[in-house]
């Protein structure tokens, strides 16, 4: 939902002989910025549930997590529509 067209947009303003540089680094930063998220949810979810056992404890702490994610899901949204619809001059 967000890395296509946000990837036509920074790329759009790299040189051609340049591209494959720019696309590798930008692949890595969605990487980095995955496992982030990934552990921003992770450690929410644990934070939540302590020391505490058992089912109830664990789907409090989930319902938790849940309400990061989607945060996390709404904020991309939003940046989303603030994207040119365009990359490139003649794009359609």
Known sequence: MIFMPMFDVILAGVEPHQLGSASGLLESIQQLAMSVGIAVVGTVLF?????ARGAGAFVHATDHALLVCVGL???GAATVTLLPRHARDGAH
Do not use: F, N
Not at 47 to 51: A, H, L, P, W
């Open 47 to 51: 934070g939540v549930v302590g020391g």
């Open 73 to 75: 899901l709404v904020a």
